[in-house]
């Protein structure tokens, strides 16, 4: 019904940047916290960065200062614009929402996407 899909991962120095997307499909009555977690080997996954509908954010601790997480509500889309990439970003980014779906407008289901892969070397 509802569908998460990912872009704009890949390769990338130290210190570059990459600009990931996020576009939800399906019959979406409305979307509220939209959010981007990554999981690296062998490691947990973890939150990255949360937007409310309202445009409120939070990040991690980690990425505070180097990552933006912005939305299009018209779009039902999410960003996460990443600079100053470091080797320890790498990790599989996954994109991550809470929907309300036009059949059952009031209950709200968490839906992940399957994950873009983002690695910083040289």
């Known amino acids: 019904q509802v569908q998460l899909v990912e872009s704009g991962g890949g390769l990338v120095q130290p210190g570059g940047s990459l600009r990931l997307s996020c576009a939800a499909s399906?019959?979406?009555?409305?979307?509220?916290?939209m959010a981007w977690y990554r999981q690296a080997p062998g490691k947990e996954r973890d939150l990255v960065a949360r937007?409310?509908?309202?445009?409120?954010?939070n990040y991690a601790d980690s990425v505070k200062g180097r990552f933006t997480i912005s939305r299009d509500n018209a779009k039902n889309a999410v960003y996460l614009q990443m600079n100053s990439l470091l080797p320890e970003d790498t990790a599989i980014y996954y994109c991550?929402?809470?929907?309300?779906?036009?059949?059952?407008?009031?209950?709200?289901?968490?839906?992940w996407g399957k994950g873009t892969l983002v690695t910083v070397s040289s």
């Open positions: 937007i409310t509908r309202g445009s409120s954010t």
């Open positions: 991550n929402a809470d929907i309300r779906l036009v059949a059952t407008p009031y209950y709200i289901m968490n839906y």
């Open positions: 399906g019959s979406i009555s409305s979307i509220s916290a």
